[in-house]
Structures are given as structure tokens and as C-alpha cells.
């Protein structure tokens, strides 16, 4: 296996990146870009309207970043870039396709939606843009955390964590608050071990027994995190692995994403119909999971969700049923009309009510055992927007940083927003570039790509769950570092 002079496999990153991969994935990028226009104007007859450019100017705002990271070949992880792009499936293609959610609003609110997310992009462009400088940070922030000698032992760390899942998901021997803690830590420790292992088998590192390893690890994880009837979990975990692989290799692995695409789709359109069977509510709280499958079960309960989710994809195509499609559901764009529709004209401003619990979230719950739920932001948002009855809240409807952020201070808010995480990206960029990959910068920066998967949740869980995985996965090591002022990285 090729490696640098120093033997860390990841310093050897710049030199399989050559100008022409870089220059490949830059041209497939816009190639796919104007793909995807021109099938989405096919579709529509040709016909520009409002929505369609609108989304066009969105879809193109938000993968700017990402195709100037690819000409550019840039040395950093694509978190930023990455970040944007979530603006397409969750903005962009909904608007290009027309959804029958729209036919509620005006275009007027259609166009002030639109209007809305395409300031927050452009300014969060503009912040990542004009920021050049990283700020100072103390050498121990800069230090190697990892020996280089445990980055193929990726496959072994996610094993580990699939015991502790495999426990938690079949058996009830966990004290709740020890599994809020042992989820935490696993959930870190499966986050770096995706990350290092898809990057090595990137850089052309892994060979084929530790492959399928990986394979057979990250298929396991992703099975079990799908069995609470939650894709986001399982999502993020394949999302993290083709982000490392593609970010080392600068080659996207279509047919896995492909393939892995269409299982989520037909699973996201079953999801409703399985949760009906299988989740139960107290009639005071969310409907939440009321089953514990046996092993021996799972092959029937996939089986059960794959036909839901097929019989529901028949029923849009070959009869007058309204069903809606994953991309529609996958969508944010509605909640965006209802927020510019219903705020200032219904209700008024939160003036960052969202956010005061924010703090309260970073103190262990042993020290503060009646803190707030990270849920609790966004409760008070369904509520202000008039999406559930505040004495009977059953489900959790994602908003996003977007509309939270206008919710609270309208579009003041947003450009803010848009202004601040394009600076701090920028930033924790700059810094990780010329950093080791698993330094507190570096793995910092991991995480954040990590979280990218997450986009859609408000700043309250957003931050909550960044926050417990930096604790586990840099807290502890850098603790142990400082604690013996041992030098853990390998000579």
C-alpha cells in the first residue's frame, strides 16, 4: 500500500488527488447540473415559469461550492459544500417538479419562499467566500489524537458499535439514562470509524478482506437503525461513507448511490403505512415505537415494509389516489410557503425565543436532570406555525435552520444565519487543511460533515447532537492527552 514518507496514510491524500480526477468530478458536476435542468424542463413542457426558475437559480446557487471545491481541488473536507447542496433535494427539485403541496399557496408566497432560501444560500456563499484567515488556536488543538496505527482498525470500531445497537434494538438490559450516554459514545465511535475506513478504501488503502468488512459492518448498522421505523439514522451513515469515499477519491460511487437511493425511496413511501401498525400513542405524547422485534423477525418486518412501500408507489401510478412521492416528502419547500405565508401576516416573530434553550442543552443531564428536551425548539415552531395542537404533539415535523432562523427574525434573520455558518465553515476549513485529518480540528471537522445529514433539524438538536459526539469523540482522547501528556499519535 502506497503512504507518505511519514507513513500516515492520509498525508498521502494530495498525491493520488491529481488536477485531472479533480477536473473529472468538476465537469460530471456541471454535466449533472444541466442534466437534471433540462429533464426537469422536459418534463414541464418547456414551459418557464416561476417555479421552475426558481429552482433552477436555487439548484445552481447551491452547487456553486461544491463544483469550485472540485476545479479547485482544495485540500479541505467539503463540509460547507456539502451543506449547500443539501438546498437541491430539499428546495430545488421540489420546485422543479411542481409538488401538489404548492397548489395551496399563491405565487406571490411561492416566490417569497423561494426568495427566501435563495438569499440565505447566496449570503452563506458570500460569508465562506470573504473569509480568508483562520483564527489562532492553541498547538494542542492542532495535535494528532489518533496513532496511525488503529486507522485500519475502522471495521473493528463499527463492529463494536453494532454489539452495543444490536443490543439496545433486541434487548431492554440498558438503563435508560446509561443508553443515552453508551449512545453517545458509540454513536462517535461509528462515526469516525465510517469516516477513516471509507477514506483509506478512497485513497486505494484497504484491501479486499478489510472491504468486506466494512460492507458487511455498514450494512448491519444501517439494517438495525432502520428497525425503529427512522431512516435518518441509517441515511447518515451511508451518506457519511460515500461523502469519505468521494472526498478522498474525488469520484462519485453512482451505482451505490443509485442502488442505495431507490431502497430509501420505496422505504420512505412505506413508512407512514408501517408506522400506523406498529408505532402507538398515549393520546398526551408523540406516537413513539411500541414494539421490540425478535431477531428471528426482522427478515419478515423488511419484508412487510418493502411491499407497503411498493403497494403505496402502484397506488400513485395506476390509480387517482393522492400519494406523494419521496422527493415530495424528502421536501422542505411547503414548510418554507407556510412559514412566509402565516409570518408576520398571522402571528408575530419569536425574536429568538428557539434558541434560548440552547445553552441548557451543552450541560450533562446528571447536572441538570429537568433540562428541556432539544425537541422543545422545535415544538414551539409547529406550534407558532400552527402545525399541531400544543396539548397533543404525536409527531416531529422538520423545519430546518432556514425557517427557523425566519421564524424568529424574518429575513433579517436568515441573511444573518446564512452570514454566520458560511464564516465558521470557512474557517473550521481553513484550519483542517493544514491540520492532521484526526487533530480536535480535524475530527471536529468530521463530525460536521457528519452532521450535514442533518439539515433539516432545528438548531436545538443540531447543536445538541454535535455537541455530544465532540464530547465523546475529542473530549475524552484530548482529556486522556493533557491528563498524562502522552504523545498518542504515532511516531
Known amino acids: 500500500m502506497a503512504v507518505s514518507a511519514t507513513g500516515n496514510p492520509f498525508e498521502y491524500h494530495q498525491q493520488l488527488l491529481t488536477k485531472k480526477a479533480a477536473k473529472g468530478l468538476y465537469i460530471g458536476g456541471l454535466f449533472a447540473l444541466a442534466l437534471v435542468s433540462i429533464w426537469f424542463l422536459n418534463e414541464g413542457n418547456w414551459e418557464f415559469d416561476g417555479k421552475t426558475l426558481w429552482g433552477i437559480t436555487i439548484m445552481s446557487l447551491a452547487s456553486y461550492p461544491s463544483l469550485m471545491w472540485a476545479k479547485r481541488s482544495e485540500k479541505w473536507l467539503p463540509i460547507f459544500e456539502v451543506s449547500t447542496l443539501m438546498a437541491i433535494p430539499q428546495y430545488a427539485l421540489p420546485l422543479l417538479s411542481h409538488p401538489l403541496e404548492l397548489r395551496f399557496y399563491p405565487d406571490a408566497t411561492i ?3 423561494a426568495l427566501l432560501i435563495a438569499i440565505y444560500t447566496f449570503i452563506s456563499i458570500l460569508g465562506f467566500s470573504i473569509f480568508r484567515r483562520p483564527a489562532r488556536v492553541k498547538k494542542i488543538l492542532l ?3 489518533i496513532p496511525s496505527k488503529f486507522y485500519y482498525l475502522g471495521h473493528v470500531g463499527l463492529f463494536i458499535s453494532n454489539i452495543y445497537l444490536f443490543t439496545t434494538t433486541f434487548y431492554s438490559i440498558i438503563p435508560s439514562g446509561l443508553e443515552r450516554i453508551l449512545g453517545a459514545l458509540f454513536l462517535g465511535l461509528s462515526t469516525l470509524s465510517i469516516f477513516i475506513t471509507s477514506h483509506l478504501w478512497g485513497l486505494k488503502l ?18 438495525m437503525s432502520f428497525l425503529g421505523l427512522y431512516l435518518i439514522m441509517g441515511f447518515a451513515t451511508v451518506f457519511l461513507a460515500i461523502l469519505s469515499y468521494s472526498s478522498a477519491r474525488k469520484q462519485i460511487p453512482w451505482t451505490v448511490l443509485s442502488v442505495f437511493v431507490f431502497i430509501i425511496s420505496i422505504l420512505h413511501l412505506g413508512k407512514a403505512e408501517m408506522r400506523g401498525k406498529y408505532w402507538s400513542s398515549s393520546g398526551t405524547g408523540r406516537a413513539t415505537q411500541s414494539y421490540r422485534l425478535k431477531v428471528h423477525e426482522v427478515p419478515s ?21 393522492d400519494q406523494t412521492s419521496s422527493l415530495e416528502r424528502a421536501s422542505l419547500f411547503p414548510m418554507v410557503c407556510l412559514a412566509v405565508d402565516r409570518i408576520p401576516r398571522e402571528k408575530g416573530y419569536l425574536m429568538g425565543s428557539s434558541y434560548t434553550g440552547i445553552a441548557t442543552l451543552l450541560i450533562p443531564r446528571i447536572l441538570l436532570p429537568n433540562k428541556t428536551s432539544a425537541l422543545a425548539a422545535n415544538d ?5 406555525l400552527g402545525l399541531v395542537n400544543p396539548d397533543n404533539i404525536t409527531v416531529n415535523i422538520a423545519l430546518g435552520l432556514p425557517i427557523e432562523a425566519y421564524v424568529n427574525f424574518g429575513f433579517i434573520g436568515v441573511g444573518i444565519l446564512g452570514l454566520l455558518l458560511g464564516a465558521v465553515y470557512k474557517n473550521i476549513s481553513l484550519l483542517s487543511q493544514n491540520s492532521p485529518q484526526f487533530s480536535v480540528v480535524g475530527i471536529f471537522s468530521i463530525l460536521l460533515l457528519s452532521s450535514t445529514a442533518q439539515s433539516g433539524q432545528n438548531a436545538a438538536v443540531w447543536v445538541s447532537t454535535l455537541f455530544q459526539m465532540s464530547v465523546i469523540c475529542i473530549g475524552a482522547p484530548l482529556l486522556y492527552k493533557t491528563i498524562t501528556s502522552s504523545p498518542l499519535s504515532s511516531k
Do not use: C
Open 206 to 223: 484497504l484491501n479486499p478482506s478489510r472491504k468486506l468488512l466494512f460492507i458487511i459492518n455498514i450494512a448491519l448498522n444501517t439494517l
Open 301 to 321: 418486518f423488511f419484508s412487510e415494509w418493502i411491499n407497503d412501500g411498493l403497494k403505496m408507489e402502484r397506488a400513485s401510478k395506476y390509480s387517482n389516489i
Open 143 to 145: 495535535t494528532s489524537l
Open 111 to 113: 416566490s417569497k419562499g
Open 380 to 384: 414551539e415552531l409547529m406550534i407558532h
